[in-house]
């Protein structure tokens, strides 16, 4: 039997629409095991959000894992796929320190991943899933994405010493320019140069204002090809214009992701919801020559949205009577469903539900029966 909407906490109603929003663009639902082999995160802890992990020693000796990330397992059990494109989604428990409580959490984490030979089409579906994951959770929310090939072409041009690269990432997902000048100093880059890596950590807007002016900013750099590429990925996103905003503060790890990275952020929550970019420097330190892309979705985040949302079971309840046409009922819940709200159609409304509206559909045949009357 099915369970009523009105019976799942928001997280729950988040996880179905997503799901379904990924198996329509022909991602394959993936399975695995709760455990993998310490030593895949052992060797792969920088990729991880926290490398706080729970182990145990299994019955043959090994030293095991409760799985504290998806992708590592997805990427160890899959094949290479260099010629072809494998697309799949997950909806997986995994095992880490909550950012909400600070603890060791049992978490249910949304996400896909797409490998294999990636393309521009390809990377630029992974974004609008993105954006369309974040508007189904709410409609008030942002995906800032970054593009760390124009940040290493820059770091490049400019011979940054690799022992310090890591450290400027830092200062730029801080916009730390304090701090930047310091460092700066003490590899002895000029002032010119490091005024245009300081500019760059200013950088965030959409596409129409910020695309011209890296154009310009880096023009004498080796930059262009980098730049193009993220601005025919945006140009393929334009249904998504006004929720995207390129800023450089988002920043991943150098020997994992290559590309562009990205992040979603939806009103009411400090932390992102949504993380994800193109890794395939990961895939080559697992002896993949396959490309890969992909971002999950962290539903404990959204423990303060379920709080909020916990006020009501259902947002519209339409109340129907023995004598109401079933095709003026059907008719009347699709409209609501558009308006993407949920709703209950019933004669009664059960006892204890909490709702945010009625349509009392007796009503409406009242009034037209008087009308035509």
Excluded at 3 to 8: I, K, M, N, V
Aim: hydrophobic share 35%; net charge negative.
């Amino acid at each position: 039997m099915n369970t009523p909407e009105f019976a799942l906490n928001y997280s729950e109603k988040v996880i179905f629409k997503l799901r379904s929003l990924y198996s329509k663009c022909g991602y394959s639902p993936y399975r695995m095991s709760k455990f993998e082999e310490y030593d895949l995160y052992a060797h792969n802890k920088d990729f991880l959000i926290s490398d706080s992990i729970i182990t145990f020693t299994d019955t043959n000796g090994k030293l095991m894992a409760l799985k504290p990330d998806v992708t590592l397992s997805i990427i160890k059990n899959s094949k290479d796929t260099p010629m072809s494109v494998q697309k799949v989604y997950y909806n997986e428990n995994v095992y880490r320190i909550s950012k909400g409580t600070h603890s060791f959490k049992e978490i249910m984490q949304v996400g896909l991943e797409c490998f294999g030979d990636v393309d521009i089409y390809n990377t630029s579906e992974v974004l609008s899933l993105a954006c369309k994951s974040l508007k189904a959770i709410s409609v008030n929310s942002v995906l800032y994405i970054s593009h760390l090939g124009i940040l290493t072409s820059v770091f490049d041009a400019f011979n940054i010493p690799s022992y310090a690269r890591q450290n400027i990432l830092k200062l730029i997902s801080e916009k730390n320019t304090h701090e930047l000048n310091k460092i700066c100093a003490e590899i002895e880059l000029d002032d010119s140069k490091t005024e245009i890596i300081k500019n760059i950590i200013n950088t965030s807007g959409d596409k129409a204002s910020v695309l011209p002016y890296l154009y310009n900013l880096l023009s004498d750099l080796d930059c262009k090809e980098s730049i193009d590429e993220l601005s025919q990925i945006l140009n393929t996103l334009d249904d998504s214009d006004d929720m995207i905003k390129i800023d450089f503060s988002v920043v991943s790890d150098t020997h994992y992701y290559n590309t562009i990275v990205f992040k979603g952020f939806i009103e009411g929550i400090p932390s992102s919801v949504l993380s994800g970019g193109q890794y395939d420097k990961l895939m080559e330190k697992m002896k993949r020559k396959s490309k890969a892309i992909g971002f999950a979705v962290y539903l404990d985040m959204l423990e303060r949205l379920d709080n909020i949302e916990s006020d009501c079971d259902v947002d519209v309840v339409a109340i129907y009577g023995a004598n109401t046409n079933p095709t003026t009922v059907s008719s009347t819940v699709s409209e609501i469903h558009k308006k993407g709200l949920s709703v209950l159609a019933c004669k009664n409304i059960p006892d204890n539900l909490k709702f945010k509206e009625i349509v009392n559909l007796i009503e409406r045949e009242v009034n037209t029966d008087e009308e035509n009357a």
